[in-house]
């Protein structure tokens, strides 16, 4: 499985993006699906993951109630609405892939893109 992010950039604070990830080969439906960030000088974290159905979806403390993760099995896309940003939300983004759960945790993932910056002004 290859991952593409898009839809990074520069906003504003309060302000919103949409991440998408692109991912190749007709096995997408059979993983659940992560978005990480990591920050300059810091390691990386979990933000968000849904299940290979879509019908499970996870989320760090720190950005529940702004974030929200969706899929489109169809179009082999996982993406990441993401609104009410913060400075703190300033990270390279990115999507992962993994077929043997345990989503919080990087090391559980197979697959990484190569990520997608979004920087937040204030």
Do not use: H
């Amino acid at each position: 499985v290859q991952l593409v992010e898009s839809g990074g950039g520069l906003v504003q604070v309060g302000g919103s993006l949409r991440l998408s990830c692109a991912a190749s080969g007709r096995t997408f439906s059979r993983y659940d699906m992560g978005w990480f960030r990591q920050a300059p000088g810091k390691e990386r974290e979990f933000v968000a993951a849904i299940s290979w159905s879509g019908g499970s979806t996870y989320y760090a403390d720190s950005v529940k109630g702004r974030f929200t993760v969706s899929r489109d099995n169809a179009k082999n896309t996982v993406y990441l609405q993401m609104n009410s940003l913060k400075p703190e939300d300033t990270a390279v983004y990115y999507c992962a892939a993994t077929g043997t759960g345990g989503v919080r945790t990087a090391t559980r993932y197979d697959y990484w893109g190569q990520g997608t910056l979004v920087t937040v002004s204030s």
